[in-house]
């Protein structure tokens, strides 16, 4: 049976929404002596409203609703599910999807709720829009990006943006802290992402280093190229906070993928470090795969292409 009571939920512009009788309203304008709402259920030609005194404690008079609008005895529970998905998808860094499937595997325990659970399609435009909000809109080209003080600082309030060239075809991400860290490391991987860069930018190249027996990323950066001036300028740019710091760095070994202007720019920038210390891998794919495994191992961390060299010696055992 539906609730007399009057219920209040938030629109996805955080407007004032009621809930009565298992349908939902929306207010359409407030008049000198009472409130009229309007049927926000979303079926086709309902024009059904509904009249409240101003504070919204009751109910005055309702109007007829089309047929095919029906009543929820679930509604107000289903405005809430979508207000919550709505909340977390503002303040949670996770995927939205990821999100929306925690809430909807916890809501799936009980038969009560499983069934009234917001689907993905009545979800998402609703958690997508309440993301969008948390981030300013990008300009129109990338020569126009300007950084502000909490995109460019961490939690703790280091600095976190280390470069940025002048048309921002180069952003590098790093803390002081990360730096002295590469220093201490002896041995370097990096490796380049595609999926999760903004339209203006071709890859995501990170530099990690190995701390406590787990692989550790300590620099992020953004590029539109691929090239060796690219590489070559990141790592300059890497030598010049260093010795700003009063540390060196020399790595012994640099992990990466197959790369030819990568592996160039490291040789550039690392005359000490050996050839074969950072091709190996190269070396022991193209031997032992005879090239046919190297596409699973490109842009790999290095833990896994060393599972993946492995692997391919005991098949080719």
């Given at each position: 049976m539906e609730s007399d009571e009057i219920k209040f939920v938030s629109t996805q512009r955080n407007?004032?929404?009621?809930?009565?009788?298992?349908?939902?309203?929306?207010?359409?304008?407030?008049?000198?002596?009472?409130?009229?709402?309007?049927?926000?259920?979303?079926?086709?030609?309902?024009?059904?409203?509904?009249?409240?005194?101003l504070d919204a404690t009751e109910v005055i008079r309702t109007g007829e609703h089309a047929e095919g609008c029906r009543v929820d005895a679930h509604a107000f529970y289903h405005q809430q599910q979508l207000n919550e998905l709505k909340r977390l998808a503002a303040?949670?860094?996770?995927?939205v999807l990821e999100i929306y499937d925690e809430l909807a595997s916890n809501a799936s325990t009980s038969l009560e709720t499983a069934a009234y659970f917001p689907t993905w399609e009545q979800a998402r435009n609703t958690m997508y829009y309440s993301r969008s909000k948390r981030y300013p809109r990008l300009p129109a080209r990338r020569q126009d990006l300007r950084l502000t003080a909490e995109q460019t600082t961490t939690k703790s309030g280091a600095q976190f943006l280390m470069y940025h060239s002048p048309t921002n075809d180069i952003l590098i991400f790093a803390t002081e802290d990360g730096v002295k860290l590469l220093a201490q490391s002896n041995c370097w991987c990096g490796d380049g992402t595609f999926k999760i860069v903004p339209s203006w930018y071709q890859q995501l190249f990170t530099l990690h280093v190995f701390l406590r027996g787990k692989l550790l990323p300590v620099v992020y950066c953004l590029t539109v190229r691929k090239d060796l001036p690219t590489y070559s300028r990141i790592f300059e740019v890497l030598h010049s906070k260093a010795e700003e710091l009063g540390v060196q760095l020399e790595p012994a070994k640099f992990v990466c993928d197959f790369e030819t202007a990568l592996i160039l720019a490291i040789q550039g920038n690392f005359p000490n470090l050996l050839f074969p210390n950072y091709c190996v891998v190269t070396l022991t794919l193209s031997d032992v795969c005879v090239g046919v495994s190297v596409v699973c191992c490109v842009a790999r961390p290095f833990n896994l292409l060393v599972s993946c060299v492995f692997n391919c010696v005991l098949v080719n055992k």
């Open positions: 407007q004032q929404k009621i809930v009565y009788r298992g349908r939902c309203y929306t207010l359409k304008r407030t008049n000198r002596n009472d409130k009229c709402w309007i049927c926000a259920s979303g079926s086709r030609g309902c024009s059904g409203k509904l009249y409240t005194n303040g949670d860094p996770r995927p």
